[in-house]
T-cell receptor, first 114, second 115 residues
Framework: GENVEQHPSTLSVQEGDSAVIKCTYS??????FPWYKQELGKGPQLIID?????GEKKDQRIAVTLNKTAKHFSLHITETQPEDSAVYFC?????????????FGKGTKLSVKP | EPEVTQTPSHQVTQMGQEVILRCVPI?????FYWYRQILGQKVEFLVS????????KSEIFDDQFSVERPDGSNFTLKIRSTKLEDSAMYFC?????????????FGQGTRLTVV
């Protein structure tokens, strides 16, 4: 089955710096790659996603890149702010319907220091 | 903004007891999921549910687990005889349709503590 590896497990940056989190996946049939942010005591919240027919997607300070050949995808956060501090999870899926379950990475705890 | 709601937020139960976790998915969503997260570990898929039946389940979802949609709004996860290792955060999620790549919205979770 699918396996998702995520690095680093912890990341500390100064406010205003960029943060990059990387994930690799094993199953070439995966075609949907969401990123979730989890704040303390809350459920995961989708912040951005990318599908296999796209190489890069950007939403304000957040961008995600996908390299299907290498089977890896990355989350880039620019101009980080203290409120970006949270645990970030990448995930992979083979799409909706009966294959819609998400396989998550282990998470990255991001700390943004003021 | 519509959201997935879960009750209770925290459940403490004795080992061997049955527990039911409840979820109210977003109203127009058709696909429902349960995930769990053991403290400090990754979020793990348990089961997906569509059209009143299980679509897919992981190896974690053994005979001790069951899911049900008893009415038009609630989606429940039952653990028949809880074990210490069932202690975890349990998240319910829902998505709009079984079409490809639709976003899954997560609830805030139920923390289950088995003592």
């Amino acid at each position: 089955g699918e396996n998702v590896e995520q690095h680093p497990s912890t990341l500390s940056v100064q406010e205003g710096d960029s943060a990059v989190i990387k994930c690799t996946y094993s199953d070439s049939a995966s075609n949907y790659f969401p990123w979730y942010k989890q704040e303390l005591g809350k459920g995961p919240q989708l912040i951005i996603d990318i599908r296999s027919n796209v190489g890069e997607k950007k939403d304000q300070r957040i961008a995600v890149t996908l390299n299907k050949t290498a089977k890896h995808f990355s989350l880039h956060i620019t101009e980080t702010q203290p409120e970006d501090s949270a645990v970030y999870f990448c995930a992979a899926s083979m799409g909706g319907g009966s294959q819609g379950n998400l396989i998550f990475g282990k998470g990255t705890k991001l700390s943004v220091k003021p | 903004e519509p959201e997935v709601t879960q009750t209770p937020s925290h459940q403490v139960t004795q080992m061997g007891q049955e527990v039911i976790l409840r979820c109210v998915p977003i109203s127009n969503h058709l696909y429902f999921y349960w995930y769990r997260q053991i403290l400090g570990q990754k979020v793990e898929f348990l089961v997906s549910f569509y059209n009143n039946e299980i679509s897919e389940k992981s190896e974690i979802f053994d005979d001790q687990f069951s899911v049900e949609r008893p009415d038009g709004s609630n989606f429940t996860l039952k653990i028949r005889s809880t074990k210490l290792e069932d202690s975890a955060m349990y998240f319910c999620a829902s998505s709009e349709s079984p079409a490809r790549n639709t976003e899954a919205f997560f609830g805030q979770g139920t923390r289950l503590t088995v003592v």
